[in-house]
């Protein structure tokens, strides 16, 4: 059996996709695709997480027919409940700003639903679906019970004084408390949302309910029912995961070179884990640029990039200027040459070009901290040339999988030592491994872990659906 991602069309380019989807694809899949475009023809992005999805989900279709006659395909395309809501605040010049705030709760098949809140101008429907889609197959993943969501605004936390982002969370939160909670959702952090807005969003949660419910959030502070691990989870995470791909050539970290993108807290804790284990970290870049440091970014180096981003919230330009290395405001970390690449930055960061030219300079390995990094030509040349290559949805669940570890120990009224929770997140990426792994040889396409990530956490889903009947 061919793996079935071979024919992908272009993200923004649904012509092309819906030709392609034409010639090749399964009737169903290809009818539920076309179901999903047809549905809201502007979702580019969604479009592509979902045909990334349903494509891989070929050889499981096939195999049980139940998928098909339950309209399990439909279903799990369709989002359970959208909320969308108005966010008044007020600017440092007292002016009335309004954004627009949302939560999609999408599937809770096997567990409240569960994901992070993004604030980023990009924000929109159609980019929240594509994540809380990816979110149910990423928390089916782990093991732990967990359903997908994901929310978010787009409000731009970038240039705004401490006081407004208070502001702005405690009016996003005086509409989300209503449709939350420790056994219905639980959102969490992700782009522009960190410890700060975590604990604005969970104060003004607690000051409207007047209950400390420490189960509605996760990436809580360590003071207050916060996950020892939490912060550094989803980068030490996709480090585990790269381990696990490199132990099946009986290779490790140790002496590699990583590229690494973004700065914020996935990059972040993914160079510093690439730096424990001995690897060499030469990138870093933000939306504005990146830097190439021949030599290696330290621990020290590190910190001070983590002060940078977290405390005074500057360029990664600085770090060009403080520690004298080359910086560029055009192309990208992937023209440099090395044998680890870690997109953990945001969704279509890498294209087919930079894939290509990763392959060409020799790179074995790709870890994607990030959600969708990849473009669907770009996720071709990887599988094509053998890379091993560790879709988002499989390598970034260590952030969740944390999360959901910090939701148990809410409701122990307990906590767990730095110590158990590395090494339980570390025993998660390593079963999430190996369950890709083992699903891909089942399915005929050994070691194509799109296709087996894909189906192992769609089938855990895709029974419990089942199990609870026609209208789950
Ligand atoms: P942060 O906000 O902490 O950092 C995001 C980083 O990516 C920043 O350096 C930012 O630069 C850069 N970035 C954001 N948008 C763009 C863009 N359009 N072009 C170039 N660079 C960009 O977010 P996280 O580190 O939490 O998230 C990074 C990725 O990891 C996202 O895809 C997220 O969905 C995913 N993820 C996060 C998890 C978590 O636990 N936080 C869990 C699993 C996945 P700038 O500051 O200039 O905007
Ligand atoms: O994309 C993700 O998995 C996250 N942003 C983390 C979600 C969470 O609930 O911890």
């Not at 949302?102 to 929240?128: C, D, E, M």
């Not at 509409?175 to 949302?193: C, K, M, N, S, T």
């Not at 997109?343 to 990763?358: F, G, H, M, R, S």
Request: net charge neutral; aromatic share 8%.
């Amino acid at each position: 059996m061919t793996h079935p991602i071979h024919l992908y069309g272009s993200p923004v380019d649904p012509t092309r996709l819906t030709l392609l989807v034409c010639v090749s694809m399964d009737k169903y899949i290809e009818s539920v695709y076309n179901r999903v475009v047809a549905k809201d023809p502007d979702q580019k992005v969604f479009h592509q997480a979902a045909l990334e999805v349903l494509e891989s989900l070929e050889p499981a279709i096939k195999k049980y027919p139940k998928y098909e006659e339950f309209s399990i395909l439909e279903r799990i395309t369709e989002p359970e409940r959208i909320i969308q809501f108005r966010v008044p605040w007020k600017d440092k010049d007292g002016k009335i700003q309004v954004n627009r705030g949302y939560r999609i709760q999408f599937n809770s098949a096997i567990g409240p639903y569960k994901g992070g809140l993004r604030l980023h101008p990009t924000v929109n429907q159609g980019v929240l679906k594509f994540l809380g889609f990816e979110q149910i197959f990423k928390n089916s993943l782990t093991t732990l019970p967990m359903g997908g969501a994901k929310g978010g605004s787009d409000f731009d936390p970038k240039g705004k004084t401490d006081a407004e982002v208070e502001g702005f969370c405690e009016s996003f939160m005086l509409e989300l408390y209503r449709h939350i909670g420790q056994f219905i959702d639980i959102p969490a952090g992700d782009i522009g949302v960190g410890g700060r807005e975590i604990g604005y969003l969970y104060g003004a949660y607690r000051k409207i309910t007047n209950h400390h419910g420490t189960g509605v959030l996760t990436g809580k502070g360590g003071g207050w029912g916060g996950s020892l691990i939490r912060p550094e989870a989803t980068g030490y995470g996709c480090v585990y995961f790269v381990q696990e791909m490199l132990k099946t050539k009986k290779e490790d970290l140790k002496g590699k070179t990583v590229c690494i993108s973004g700065s914020g807290n996935v990059a972040q804790y993914a160079t510093e884990k690439c730096i424990q284990l001995g690897a060499k970290v030469i990138s870093s870049s933000d939306s504005t640029g990146w830097i190439h440091d021949p030599t290696g970014i330290t621990q020290e180096k590190l910190e001070w990039v983590m002060d940078l981003k977290n405390n005074r919230r500057g360029r990664i330009k600085e770090y060009a200027d403080h520690f004298n290395v080359d910086y560029s405001s055009t192309g990208s970390p992937w023209s440099l040459k090395c044998d680890i690449a870690l997109p953990c930055a945001t969704q279509n960061e890498v294209d087919a070009k930079e894939a290509k030219a990763l392959v060409d300079n020799g790179v074995m390995a790709v870890g994607e901290g990030a959600n969708m990094p990849t473009v669907p030509e770009g996720v071709e040349i990887f599988l094509e040339n053998k890379i091993l290559y560790g879709p988002g949805k499989a390598a970034n669940a260590g952030g969740v999988s944390v999360s959901g570890l910090e939701m148990a120990q809410n409701s122990q009224r307990f906590f767990w030592t730095r110590e158990e929770v590395d090494a339980k997140l570390h025993q998660i990426m390593q079963n999430i491994h190996a369950n890709a792994y083992k699903t891909s040889e089942i399915f005929g396409v050994k070691g194509n872990l799109v296709v087996g990530a894909n189906i192992a956490g769609f089938m855990k889903v895709a029974n419990a659906m089942i199990d609870q009947g026609h209208g789950a």
